[in-house]
Each structure stands twice: as C-alpha cells, then as structure tokens.
C-alpha cells in the first residue's frame, strides 16, 4: 500500500511517502511530481517509507540528480543503493 501526502514547507512542496514504493504503485509517485508545477522546490520525505524496491531507488536517484527533487528522511538502505549505483 502506498499514500502520497502533500503539504508545504515554507518554500517547498513536500511529498511524504508511506508505504511501499515499488514497480506497481511508482507511476502514483511520478504522477504526483508531474502535478507540481515546473521549477518549484519539491521534497520527497520517506520518513514513512517501508519498502523500496531498487528501480525505484534508481529512479529516485535521477531525480535527485537532475534536482527534480530533494530527499528528506531517507532511510540508511536506499542511500547505500544510490552510492552503489554512482559507483557502477
């Protein structure tokens, strides 16, 4: 199950994820920060996320490289797979 919460955070439009985020239910994330309007400051908060699975790390990753957006909260696991990924 996943919910995507939006709210703002003084300059930013914060998305907090609870649940899984995996291959099924990604499109709901994507579909939420295509919403947002281009050039706004956009924070993924995962301090609820349970599960990831790694293409949908890879792609949190791109974004976040591409400063689509900044992570908030990442938990420990999905930061180890995004250095894994920079190292490949």
Do not use: H
């Amino acid at each position: 199950m996943l919910k995507i919460q939006r709210t703002t955070d003084r300059a930013a439009i914060v998305l907090t994820v609870s649940g899984r985020l995996d291959a099924e239910n990604v499109r709901e994330l994507c579909e939420s920060l295509d919403a947002i309007p281009s050039g706004a400051a956009v924070v993924v908060d995962l301090t609820d996320l349970v599960l990831a699975d790694r293409e949908v790390v890879r792609l949190l990753r791109a974004f976040e490289v591409g400063e689509r957006i900044m992570l908030r909260n990442c938990p420990t696991y999905i930061r180890s797979w995004m250095a894994a990924e920079d190292r490949q």
